[in-house]
């Protein structure tokens, strides 16, 4: 055996280090002698045998692998395009979806009834949240139906826009029902605005409410629209429309001017009897 073999000391083996520490403490607790003094001796010796001879490999197990916990990486929350310090960009909106053709023409259909002048393609789509194309698509779809069905409306193109017209085909309907309705009576509340008007013209619209005591808006409307009342300027106080009678107002009454209207103050009542009628006034 050369010097080398003899040098190199045998592994240690830690079950026959515990099987030898087991016996030695048996054969102490047999004689008595098991007092800490003689357990120090022991540790001490044990300890110098671990220190001059190698552990035997394989003796401490090593952790497998497959055991050790799943640790994810960091995730960097700046994306690698992205300088480090600079904001990161908002996502891109989302795109336009498509629509049920039936559904586009019900939105259009909707849309173009409560606008008052024409709207353009770019409008309604923006509003149905659908692509441009699908909109034309539908606009032209919905032109057709009408035209197939001789509908009393009709869509037609007015320079950029697009605006629900009634039909040519119904005009001479749309026309009988104007002119009765211009031959037809006035209400009592048009008389009474048509008399505030006759007498306090030019008024504006909120005079006349205040007179009145009640809204004149509808009624106003009437009365401009069967040509009895028509605007003239603007009120440079409150920059309300200006309105007073116009020369049919006058035809229909057979007068050649507002000074034939009659006095009011015969039409007004006794100061007596107002008062018997409201005493707190």
């Known amino acids: 055996m050369s010097d080398e073999q003899r040098a190199e000391p045998a592994p240690i083996s830690w079950d026959a ?7 030695t403490r048996e054969d102490a607790e047999r004689r008595g002698d098991a007092d800490p003094e003689t357990w120090d001796a022991v540790a001490q010796e044990l300890a110098a045998r671990v220190a001059e001879q190698p552990v035997e490999e394989g003796a401490v197990p090593a952790v497998p692998a497959e055991d050790e916990p799943d640790v994810e990486p960091p995730q960097d929350p700046t994306p690698p395009d992205v300088p480090v310090g600079e904001p990161v960009p908002d996502a891109a909106p989302e795109p336009e979806q498509l629509l049920d053709p039936a559904e586009v023409r019900g939105g259009l259909e909707a849309l173009l009834f409560v606008m008052d002048n024409p709207v353009d393609e770019e409008t ?3 509003a149905l949240r659908c692509p441009d194309e699908q909109v034309r698509q539908g606009l032209t779809e919905l032109a057709d139906e009408y035209r197939a069905r001789h509908a009393g409306i009709t869509l037609r193109r007015v320079g950029e826009g697009w605006r629900l017209y009634t039909s040519d085909e119904h005009a001479a309907v749309v026309e009988r029902f104007l002119v009765d309705g211009q031959r037809s009576r006035l209400t009592q509340a048009a008389l009474e605005t048509l008399a505030v008007i006759a007498y306090r013209q030019p008024v504006t619209r909120a005079r006349v409410s205040a007179i009145r005591g009640v809204g004149v808006d509808g009624v106003m409307r009437t009365l401009i629209g069967r040509g009895l009342v028509h605007e003239v300027g603007t009120d440079p106080d409150s920059g309300g429309g200006l309105y007073a009678t116009t020369p049919l107002f ?3 009454l057979g ?4 000074d034939e209207l009659p006095e ?3 039409l007004l009542p006794e100061t007596s009897s107002m008062l018997d009628e409201h005493p707190d006034s």
């Open 17 to 23: 280090l515990a099987a030898e520490l087991a016996a």
């Open 124 to 126: 309604l789509a923006a």
């Open 250 to 252: 006058l035809e229909r």
């Open 255 to 258: 007068l050649t001017g507002l």
């Open 264 to 266: 009011l103050a015969p």
